[in-house]
């Protein structure tokens, strides 16, 4: 399942960026803190309409998707080890990458009617577009971080449980996943913005573990295949029984360094001052 992990590493980048990305849209770009009344909200959909269709369907829908590349990378790694709680990690996870995915869909459909409509009615137009983005909201757990938040504190525990990932970062997605819940408190709502920050540097830590894991074994399996063939080249065995030429050519000619190649001597010894360890 190598290839699920790297996927998953490169989801979980994905998810850090446009979780970055939406911020600095909605924060700087449609500077939507200070845009409070329905009217004002419709006025600004009409002027950046392609944005925020933007901004829903990478944010959401696109973020959904990958999400559950990501969660069955995460349950690959550590269900062994966890089973109980990477299965309702994962089904928390599902459940909110399609709570995501729903949320995006609907506000951008609800986007042209809105816009038709303001031409003839703004008022109307603002009435009809307060309630898209009201269902939008619910379903982008904008009043609380609770199933983002229960998914990462479980994956963050099972990981804990198997130690299959850096201590520090589980905690810290302790951390996390309990920001998100308590979010669902109205009194706390407000730290749904928190819980979004934590998810980024959490999101960039797994990526990096995820790669760099995946990287590592890629290195060991190259490494066992050059050596077996240089062992049966030694044997006098023919080079095209091996993995092919071009693999001892290429270790031959530009890791050269890593082997003392004498011609005379029909032994190729290892340089030992060079740690081929990854």
């Known amino acids: ?17 446009a979780y970055l990305v ?3 849209l909605f924060l700087v770009v449609l500077d939507y803190p200070n845009i409070t009344t329905a009217s004002q909200k419709v006025a600004l959909l009409v002027e950046k309409q392609g944005v925020i269709f ?17 969660v069955i990378a995460l349950y690959d790694r550590l269900s062994a080890g966890s089973p109980v709680l990477m299965k309702m990690a994962a089904i928390l996870g599902t459940i909110w990458a399609g709570s995501l995915i729903a949320s995006g869909m609907v506000a951008n459909a609800g986007i042209a009617p809105a ?4 031409t003839q009615d703004p008022a109307q137009a603002a009435m009809v577009w307060s309630m898209t983005e009201t269902v939008a909201n619910g379903l982008g757990n904008a009043n609380g971080e609770i199933l983002g938040g229960l998914m990462t504190l479980l994956i963050s525990l099972a990981a ?5 990932l850096p201590k520090w970062l589980n905690v810290w997605g302790v951390v996390v996943g309990t920001i998100g819940i308590v979010s669902l408190i109205p009194a706390l709502n407000s730290l749904v913005g928190l819980f979004g920050i934590g998810q980024i540097l959490w999101f960039i830590g797994l990526g990096y ?12 399996l190259y490494r066992s295949k050059v050596e077996y063939c ?21 270790w031959n000619g530009i890791r050269g360094s890593f082997w003392n190649h004498d011609q005379s001597d029909p032994e190729h010894t290892r340089n030992p001052d060079i740690d081929f360890d990854p």
Not at 1 to 17: E, P
Not at 54 to 60: D, E, Q, R, V
Not at 160 to 164: D, F, H, I
Request: aromatic share 12%; net charge positive.
């Open 54 to 70: 933007l901004t829903n369907l990478f944010g959401y829908v696109i973020f959904g998707l990958v999400l559950i590349l990501f």
């Open 22 to 24: 939406n911020m600095i």
């Open 160 to 164: 804990l449980q198997t130690a299959k």
């Open 230 to 250: 240089l062992v049966r080249r030694n044997n006098h065995v023919p080079e095209n029984c091996c993995y092919g030429r071009s693999i001892i050519h290429y």
């Open 115 to 118: 816009v038709a409509l303001y």
């Open 1 to 17: 399942m190598k290839h699920i992990r790297n996927l998953g590493g490169l989801s979980a980048f994905y998810m850090a960026a």
């Open 209 to 220: 573990i995820l790669l760099a894991n995946s990287r590592k074994s890629l290195v060991k």
